[in-house]
């Protein structure tokens, strides 16, 4: 216990300053459980959508060993969340004592912001016994189930890993003479967004407005994280992606394709071209992201299309959340008040 304590007391937690911006996306890019969104230059855009961040960081001595980027949306609801998709990133032999700073620092955070809870949402495929005291959330931040596509092999081995039809769509868009380009130019933003928001019309699913993708490219082209891939025939646009690079991952965050000349396979060269781009930057996952296994899910007719470039599914544990009881307590009252009132 002595020994426990005198360790305990080795480690402190700090609001991260800027000039600790570099150590930490160090950090965030070389943890086997990093992510984007727990980058400096993510919370940046997200406080140009509205939100309050909270950056803190975890210090062995002065080593900086974990921390967390913590997001706050004000909404008229009385039952707040501090959230942290991605998510907390602890170094594994750290993580114990890293969490319990973490939780303080949160806790502190909802008493003044007006939170209830603290949402996370790790990358872990497994719950560890330091989360002992989240519960499982019933929203997700992120999602759940991913497919991951490994790009250390040689191009011909990541072709043969696929399925058959994915093979030969890459092929047959070969032989239609499909070109590809990528852009981190501001003024492809309207046309991607065009072709995205075609795709949510036709298949019915929830779309960010276009002021959204303005923040969000603008400050990641700016960082030089992201960047927006056509596939082209003859000279018309036909499929669009954009992707999001960080640590050995690139991830198709958001795309679509025109209902035009699906015969020539305009989007199997895209994803091919990109997953190509990304080998290329040392990058060693193709991350799709958005996925699922399950027929009856609203994620399952864009699955069939990722599934065809093989892979291997991945489910993490999904978001966890750890109450803050004494302000749920004060929030139940006042709003018992209400009701009285």
């Known amino acids: 216990m002595v020994l426990m304590q005198v360790s305990q007391q080795q480690f402190t937690v700090r609001?991260?300053?800027?000039?600790?911006?570099?150590?930490?996306?160090?950090?965030?890019?070389?943890?086997?459980?990093?992510?984007?969104?727990?980058?400096?230059t993510w919370a940046d855009f997200k406080e140009l959508e509205g939100y309050t961040t909270f950056r803190y960081g975890v210090f062995f001595h002065e080593t900086l060993v974990g921390g967390c980027i913590f997001y706050y949306y004000p909404r008229q609801s009385s039952a707040n969340l501090l959230i942290a998709p991605g998510a907390p990133i602890l170094l594994p032999e750290f993580?114990?004592?890293?969490i319990q700073l973490l939780l303080k620092t949160a806790e502190k955070l909802a008493q003044t912001v007006g939170a209830i809870a603290v949402r996370i949402e790790?990358?872990?495929?497994?719950?560890?016994?330091?989360?002992?005291?989240?519960?499982?959330?019933?929203?997700d931040l992120l999602p759940s189930e991913t497919l991951l596509i490994?790009?250390?092999?040689?191009?011909?081995?990541?072709?043969?890993?696929?399925?058959?039809?994915g093979r030969y769509n890459i092929r047959?868009?070969?032989?239609?003479?499909?070109?590809?380009?990528?852009?981190?130019?501001?003024?492809?933003?309207?046309?991607?967004?065009?072709?995205?928001?075609?795709?949510?019309?036709?298949?019915?699913?929830?779309?960010?407005?276009?002021?959204?993708?303005?923040?969000?490219?603008?400050?990641?082209?700016?960082?030089e994280m992201a960047e927006i891939g056509f596939a082209l025939h003859q000279g018309s646009i036909l499929a669009a992606v954009l992707v999001v690079y960080?640590?050995?991952r690139a991830t198709y965050l958001y795309g679509g394709r025109r209902a035009q000349q699906v015969h020539v396979m305009a989007s199997y060269a895209l994803h091919w071209a990109t997953m190509q781009r990304a080998k290329a930057r040392g990058c060693s996952i193709y991350d799709f992201y958005g996925y699922t296994s399950n027929p009856q899910h609203s994620y399952a007719k864009f699955s069939q299309f990722k599934q065809q470039f093989g892979g291997a599914p991945v489910t993490t544990?999904?978001?966890?959340?750890?109450?803050f009881?004494?302000?749920?307590?004060?929030?139940?009252?006042?709003?018992f008040k209400n009701i009285q009132l």
């Open 15 to 40: 609001q991260l300053q800027l000039s600790d911006r570099p150590q930490w996306d160090a950090l965030t890019q070389a943890a086997l459980t990093g992510c984007f969104m727990q980058s400096w």
């Open 95 to 98: 993580a114990t004592a890293g």
């Open 122 to 139: 790790p990358l872990l495929t497994q719950k560890p016994t330091y989360l002992q005291g989240f519960v499982r959330a019933p929203v």
């Open 150 to 165: 490994d790009l250390r092999p040689a191009e011909a081995d990541i072709l043969a890993s696929m399925k058959p039809k």
């Open 172 to 223: 047959l868009s070969q032989r239609h003479n499909v070109d590809t380009k990528f852009t981190a130019n501001p003024q492809a933003i309207p046309t991607f967004y065009d072709i995205f928001w075609e795709t949510v019309e036709r298949q019915k699913f929830f779309g960010e407005p276009y002021g959204f993708f303005i923040n969000l490219c603008q400050t990641l082209f700016a960082a």
């Open 246 to 248: 960080w640590g050995d």
């Open 317 to 323: 544990i999904g978001a966890h959340d750890y109450v």
């Open 325 to 335: 009881y004494d302000r749920l307590a004060d929030t139940l009252i006042q709003v």
